[in-house]
């Protein structure tokens, strides 16, 4: 079989230079003995939906939707899974005769990475989500579906979060707090959902100081080669553990393949490849 005719997948984002979703699914591919290809595709700010239609259109089958695009990806998507809808924010879209189907596979990689990956209980204890956006939606469900003691949302946009949490408020023990409100406040695990980890620093006062507990997980949702901005100031601020999001990746990439090519791949030859095992 030729190259061209292989099936088709791609992660989708900006920036997506860094992302490792191509070697996670080719390693998921060899694995499984699936053919396909797997590759990167930088979408303008402004123009996500027309390069996924470009995608479409040459051939492509599977779609990874990284930040800033799952709204996007939610809105463009004819069809939804359960998840989708929960989150109203896609990071999978699979075609299925002449559309999108939009799944949402961030709050399994997410929980599965924490409670089976990195030790962590989530049931009975205290979490902090800092950010509203796309991949806050994809993660509160799933979260809350461990039946924590409470779950906070926290964003400088404070409408947002309190539009988020009013979705969920049905499902478990979930609020909106201004940032102000936070100081004081001391939790179990606090995972940062923002773009933050994107830039260089976090600047002076953004967070309330002291947030985290004794031997509490710092998360990041964000990965990359070095510790992200994020890591680094929930060390400084005491943070007893601390996590990017490799492992998340490794996960919800497992479920987007298995709902792309109906095998569902081992993650821990990857772990090892990508050097994820032994975090924290």
Known sequence: MLQSQLDRYAVVGNPVAHSKSPLVHEAFARATGQRMRYERLEAPLDGFVATVQAFAEANGVGLNVTIPFKLQAFALAREHSVRAR??????????????????????????????????????????????????????????????????????????????????????????????????????DIVVNATSLGLGTSVPPGLWPQRLFRPQALAYDLIYADRTTPFLDWARAEGAGRTADGLGMLIEQAAESFYLWRGVRPDTGPVFRLLGAAGRG
């Open 86 to 187: 929960s989150a109203r924010a896609c990071n999978t879209l699979a075609w299925r005769d002449d559309h999108w189907f939009g799944d949402n596979t961030d709050g399994a990689g997410l929980v599965c990475d924490l409670t089976r990956n990195l030790g962590e209980t989530i049931a009975g204890r205290s979490l902090l989500v800092l950010g509203a956006g796309g991949a806050a939606n994809g993660i509160v469900a799933d979260l809350l579906a461990e039946q924590p003691h409470r779950l906070v949302i926290a964003n400088r946009t404070h409408a947002k979060a309190v539009e988020l949490a009013a979705r969920f408020e049905r499902v478990g023990p979930v609020s909106a707090e201004p940032l102000a409100a936070l100081s004081g406040q001391q939790f």
